[in-house]
Every structure is written in structure tokens, then in C-alpha cells.
């Protein structure tokens, strides 16, 4: 049942956050789908441009629209996740998502508002809700890699005229945290001070996460096991931080990255502890169960869990 995700916000805000987990597959599909029906707990689906081309973009509606036929209690959203003008009024023509993200983060603060704000005009008149973007965040994700020294902390003093000037529905926020499997490699973590201070000048604004995996060590280690060569000791954003976080105003926490490592772990352990196999089906199977579970934990920890009841 797709809920919109202004009514997941007002919710949610300051007592728990909204998984926004990126699909490419049929598999994380399902697996996200069964674990959000399992769980009772509410959830965005999110797609950005590269997830689109490679699957098509009707085929990935087609398999949500089919998910949630399958998994008919589950409560959701869809949102295109950094999209440029053109992808965001595709996205709002199609009449499929209820959200969209902008992404001119990367532009001067008045070109991103005027960007952001051409996206907004055509999104509201159809009910769409608008993400947009202040600040740099580091890292690789996708077609977005940004070097250290690009990435730019969003400065608090600007965020409220970016909101009255672009009337968007949401911020994504650059903290501190990155986006890919390399986070934090200097050991920041995530800068609360300036998060505190965007909620003050915010007041019940919903606040976004981009970058927000665990990236769990013992998964790295166990691809690096079995033939992987992923750099270790990268950590991600800890359990303490995303629970602060949530109660600072974040209501939306992007998940990607794990859900890569894992399948990269259920892959690489199947093909390496049985050479003789190759059916896609098995290894498939074993992604979507270890991505329920993965997900189960998630909803946990962002005390989602059961939450999914207060949207009937
Ligand atoms: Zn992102």
C-alpha cells in the first residue's frame, strides 16, 4: 500500500527514521518487500538514473507493483533517488513515484535553488514531494564520485532561505557522512554540531541522511575471504550515530552500500566454497534471505519496526 511520504515524516519525525533503500534487482526487491511486511515497518523504495538504465525503468515499477501484490501489507513509498531535471519530470509524468529527489548540490547556492525550484513548481502540482540537496557529500556511488577535498559541509546559515526560496519537502544534508563503502576513512563520523544547528533553524523539517550503511567489517572480511580485495577498516555510520541522528531531525536514511557488500558476500561465498555451481537460482535465493534478515535489522535499529500500523 503506497503511503505518501509527507505523512511518513510527520510521523516519524524525532522518534524514528524511514529506510530509503536503493533496488536495482528482482531480488532486493523481494527481499526488502518481505522484510518490510514481516517487520510492519514503513519504507521508501528508491531508484536512481543508473539503477533505471540497467534495469529499464517500467521493468522496475513492474516489479514493485508486482511486490506489492505479493507482499500486500507492506507500506511504502517510491522516490527517485538523485535525479537531474529531466529524470525527475520523467519520474513525475510517469505518475508512478510519489517522490523525487533533485540533486544540484553540486551547483552554486542560486543555480541549486533555481534548479531545485523548476522541479518543485511541476512536482507539487501532481502531488509529488521534492528531496533536495545542500552541501557536497564525499564518496562513490553510482555516476556521483566526489573527492575529499570537493566535499562540502552544508552551512547551516543558508538553509532556511534554501527552503523558503525553493520550497522543497525535504533536505538532504552533507554531515559528514559519504557515500560508497569507504566512509569516515580519517574517523570524523558525523559532525552533530552543524546537524544540531540545521535543526534549530529547521524546526519539524525532515531532515535526510545520504551515505548512511554500516558497512560491516565482518562482511568485508569474509568477501576478502573468498577472493575479495575490498580495503578493511573503513567503518560506516555506527548504531549510536544513526539514533542521534534520528532524534536531530533525520527522518529518511539512505541504504545502498550494504545491500552490495552483502550480495558481493553471499556471491563470492557460494562460488568460492562450491566451484562445481552455477545456477543463478541458488546464490539468489541465499541474497534474498540474507537481505531480509539484513533488513530486519535495520527497521530495528531505526526503530521502524511495527510502525508501518499508524498508516492505515
Ligand atoms: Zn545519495
Not at 580485495?229 to 560506516?236: I, V
Amino acid at each position: 500500500m503506497i503511503i505518501s511520504p509527507k505523512e511518513f515524516y510527520e510521523k516519524c519525525y524525532g522518534n524514528y527514521a524511514i529506510a530509503a533503500v536503493n533496488v536495482f534487482t528482482m531480488e532486493q526487491i523481494h527481499g526488502l518487500f518481505r522484510a518490510g511486511e514481516k517487520a510492519n515497518a514503513p519504507f521508501l523504495v528508491q531508484m536512481t538514473p543508473v539503477a533505471r538504465n540497467y534495469a529499464h525503468p517500467d521493468m522496475l515499477l513492474a516489479m514493485i507493483e508486482a511486490a506489492s501484490k505479493i507482499y500486500h501489507k507492506a507500506k511504502y513509498a517510491i522516490h527517485l533517488d538523485h535525479g537531474t531535471e529531466s529524470h525527475a519530470f520523467d519520474a513525475i509524468d510517469s505518475g508512478k513515484y510519489n517522490s523525487v529527489m533533485i540533486d544540484a548540490s553540486h551547483d552554486d547556492f542560486q543555480q541549486n535553488v533555481r534548479r531545485t525550484k523548476l522541479v518543485v513548481d511541476k512536482a507539487h502540482k501532481y502531488n509529488v514531494f521534492v528531496e533536495a540537496e545542500l552541501g557536497v557529500l564525499s564518496g562513490v556511488e553510482d555516476d556521483i564520485s566526489i573527492d575529499e577535498k570537493s566535499a562540502k559541509y552544508t552551512q547551516p546559515n543558508e538553509v532556511e532561505q534554501f527552503v523558503e526560496s525553493t520550497n522543497c519537502d525535504s533536505l538532504a544534508v552533507a554531515v559528514g557522512t559519504s557515500h560508497g563503502a569507504y566512509k569516515f576513512s580519517g574517523g570524523q563520523g558525523i559532525q552533530f554540531n552543524i546537524l544540531e544547528e540545521i535543526q534549530q533553524r529547521l524546526p519539524n523539517f525532515p531532515i535526510v541522511l545520504h551515505g548512511g550503511s554500516a558497512v560491516n567489517q565482518e562482511d568485508v572480511n569474509r568477501i576478502n575471504a573468498c577472493g575479495g580485495a575490498l580495503s578493511q577498516g573503513a567503518s560506516g555510520v555506527s548504531p549510536n550515530e544513526i539514533k542521534k541522528a534520528i532524534s536531530h531531525g533525520v527522518c529518511k536514511i539512505n541504504i545502498a552500500t550494504d545491500t552490495r557488500i552483502l550480495w558481493a558476500r553471499v556471491n563470492r561465498e557460494f562460488f568460492w566454497n562450491t566451484p562445481e555451481l552455477f545456477d543463478p537460482i541458488i546464490p539468489g535465493k541465499e541474497y534474498m534471505d540474507a537481505y531480509e534478515q539484513f533488513m530486519l535489522e535495520k527497521f530495528d535499529l531505526l526503530r521502524a519496526t511495527g510502525k508501518a500500523a499508524q498508516f492505515i
